[in-house]
């Protein structure tokens, strides 16, 4: 046989090899076809957080190879440790079951509250809808706090959130801590709404809130001047808000290395938005197959302006490798832990 017909018939051989290989996105396909992938929420139905998940559904069938049918079961309770609990010990890891968590499943269990019963090191994580959660502080105009040097000689400020240990009570503690305001008083127990009222009423002085939720409920509120506006929390630090960019943030204002943990891991725990999660042990090839069908779900140029409209805001895609990074890379010394429960408590604020 001559040397040509040798390399020929080489090519061949090596040619029949490849198409004999299984190949990984049609097998992928196989697996998922006529199969049921369901998301675990660990939210109750009708909330904000089931729309982010309901959001993610077309899009999850849409991309993930066979077209699976999606559908979401709701395990609520004790703030995402029910579900996740139940994902981590009790689901099979075979890419067929995905935990649709809140964000709050990582603060839980890096404080070492009880019931956590999950390794937050040992899920594996393919992604989540929205990163960016900036908080504001802001003040009635009545009170005449136009800038920070008013604000920090107002004796008494009388700050309102929903529950001691809320999202927004902890964000109110920190800015009154960071902006050295002056025996500020925190009270808690209203809901959402009855804190707008009882700002514009003058039962309450401040509070600190979400920034695009001031924006879609109040929009005069910044538009007209009605609230002075004093300083912000990037989440992620360095995204500039649209509209309240210009604010100073809030970490201008550390003054040492403790400080400075202390806002990167409640940063941390607000970035990490609605996090997407596998059990221990899912095989590699289902992993990166649910990987993709995230990464494309976040590319699909109908998907943000579906989320908006079920969630009444902006998606802020967080990809797999991202969202693994900031839960590994997230401060866990027990100085800055216990620093933080006590902004999360309601006893008086640190000395600083």
Not at 35 to 58: E, F, N, Y
Not at 168 to 192: C, H, Q
Not at 326 to 332: G, I, K, Q, T
Request: charged share 20%.
């Amino acid at each position: 046989m001559s040397s040509q017909n040798k390399y020929l018939c080489i090519v061949y051989l090596y040619g029949l090899l490849f198409c004999l290989l299984p190949n990984p996105a049609l097998s992928q396909s196989d697996f998922y076809a006529g199969k049921t992938v369901t998301l675990i929420a660990t939210t109750s139905a009708g909330g904000t957080g089931d729309l982010r998940v309901k959001a993610m559904v077309p899009f999850l069938k849409k991309h993930i190879p066979g077209n699976p049918t999606v559908v979401i079961q709701y395990i609520d309770g004790g703030g995402g440790r029910k579900g996740t609990n139940y994902l981590y010990s009790n689901v099979r890891p075979d890419g067929l079951t995905i935990g649709a968590a809140s964000g709050a499943i990582i603060g839980l269990a890096v404080m070492g509250e009880t019931g956590v019963s999950y390794d937050i090191d040992k899920f594996i994580y393919l992604g989540s809808p929205e990163s960016e959660n900036h908080y504001i502080i802001y003040t009635r105009k009545e009170l005449g706090l136009d800038n920070l040097e008013k604000l920090a000689s107002k004796p008494g400020l009388r700050i309102g959130a929903q529950t001691v240990g809320h999202v927004s009570y902890v964000a109110g503690r920190l800015f009154a801590y960071f902006l050295n305001l002056k025996e500020p008083k925190f009270i808690a127990g209203y809901t959402a709404h009855e804190l707008d009222v009882a700002l514009t009423q003058g039962e309450l002085d401040s509070r600190a809130n979400n920034a695009s939720s001031v924006i879609r409920r109040n929009p005069d509120w910044v538009d007209k001047g009605l609230m002075n506006f004093h300083a912000i929390m990037e989440v992620p630090k360095g995204d500039k808000h649209p509209r309240l960019g210009h604010l100073p943030e809030i970490g201008s204002f550390a003054k040492n290395e403790r400080e400075n943990k202390l806002l990167t891991l409640w940063r941390a725990f607000r970035s990490v938005g609605s996090p997407y999660i596998l059990p221990p042990g899912t095989p590699k090839e289902r992993v990166a197959t649910l990987e993709e069908a995230m990464r494309k779900t976040f590319k699909d140029p109908e998907f943000p302006p579906y989320f908006k409209k079920l969630v009444t805001d902006d998606a802020s895609p967080m990809g797999a490798a991202e969202l693994r990074k900031v839960v590994a890379d997230m401060p866990r010394d027990a100085e800055t832990i216990d620093m933080l429960k006590k902004f999360a408590g309601p006893g008086p604020l640190p000395p600083r």
